[in-house]
């Protein structure tokens, strides 16, 4: 049996978005699906997982939900639904960028991904910024993009102050995320600081994969779920990274298996039964290992505190 995995947001403002979310939570509950939803006063930004007709039922319900009749989904098969638990929950921002004053609906122009496609292969002179984290960057970007060195969305309004003395403000701007969210935002600052010929990939990399067949793409695409990776173009599939125990290439993320490091970094399966999932000759040594399986090795983090002792649990307990 294949499964589906979705991918949506919508900028709706919700007037109550603790009892917004409390409805919403039953209803995906009860629906049975797995996944994550974030709910603000601004709207909603979700990714989900099911069977198919539990999916068809969810976008029936949210379609259906005042002001969310536009609502777009990007929609993925897999033989697995890649998560372990529904998360439905309020946040300040459905994604943070922690820079107020910034209206979605005052961002930067649409290019669909044949427009998006016809402006890279038209040779006129643009600028493209991978809106993404490094480590999405990391594993798969398009070709020429600037991939800022940044570890969160709320790190990229610092690095538009910097990037700002080398990009001119009469270029023209293209920017790209996994599926438009950040864009959204991003846009709006870039427009807010001078840039005028502000646009952005419509639906994203994953949008473009499925209607462009991922050309000009390199790479894979990170993802927020178990698969952490998913191919863009299938003609071009050789990893663009390397393997950061072997340097072989590699586009694969793993955990280290100390539990009290936990760093996600790119690994080969080599390199991983080398270093009995870690990081580090350091980490390899830690009494807070987690169990190598080879064959569970490059599934993503869980909490394997039953293997510990009680003096890590608690201070685990602690950081929560």
């Not at 003609?235 to 586009?251: F, H, M, N, Q, R």
């Not at 080398?274 to 490059?298: I, T, V």
Request: proline share 5%.
């Amino acid at each position: 049996m294949s499964y589906e995995v979705i991918l949506y947001y919508n900028f709706t403002p919700i007037q109550d978005p603790e009892l917004f979310c409390s409805e919403h939570r039953a209803y995906l509950k009860e629906l049975g699906v797995k996944g994550r939803v974030y709910i603000s006063s601004e709207g909603i930004n979700g990714t989900l997982g099911g069977a198919p007709q539990q999916m068809q039922q969810y976008k029936e319900y949210l379609l259906s939900q005042p002001g969310f009749a536009d609502t777009d989904f990007k929609t993925d098969e897999h033989e697995t639904i890649p998560f372990a638990k529904l998360t439905c929950k309020v946040r300040e921002e459905i994604v943070a960028i922690h820079h107020p004053g910034l209206d979605p609906r005052e961002g930067g122009r649409y290019l669909s991904p044949k427009e998006w496609r016809s402006v890279m292969e038209s040779g006129g002179e643009y600028v493209m910024i991978d809106v993404r984290n490094n480590y999405e960057s990391k594993v798969g970007h398009f070709r020429g993009a600037l991939k800022p060195d940044v570890e969160n969305f709320y790190d990229f309004p610092g690095w538009l102050e910097e990037a700002e003395k080398e990009i001119p403000k009469d270029k023209k701007v293209l920017m790209y995320c996994t599926g438009g969210i950040r864009c959204e935002k991003f846009s709006v600052l870039m427009k807010q600081k001078g840039w005028q010929d502000v646009n952005q990939l419509h639906g994203g990399i994953l949008t473009y994969a499925k209607e462009e067949g991922g050309d000009y793409f390199e790479g894979k695409c990170f993802v927020f779920d178990d698969r952490l990776v998913v191919p863009v173009n299938r003609e071009s599939l050789a990893p663009v990274s390397s393997c950061e125990i072997t340097g072989k290439p590699a586009d694969s993320y793993l955990n280290c298996a100390n539990m009290e490091c936990n760093k996600l970094f790119i690994c080969s399966e080599e390199g991983a039964q080398l270093m009995e999932g870690c990081c580090s000759e350091s980490c390899k040594e830690s009494e807070y290992r987690r169990p190598f399986d080879a064959d569970d090795a490059f599934r993503p983090f869980r909490k394997w505190y039953n293997y510990f002792k009680d003096d890590f649990k608690g201070r685990e307990n602690q950081k929560q």
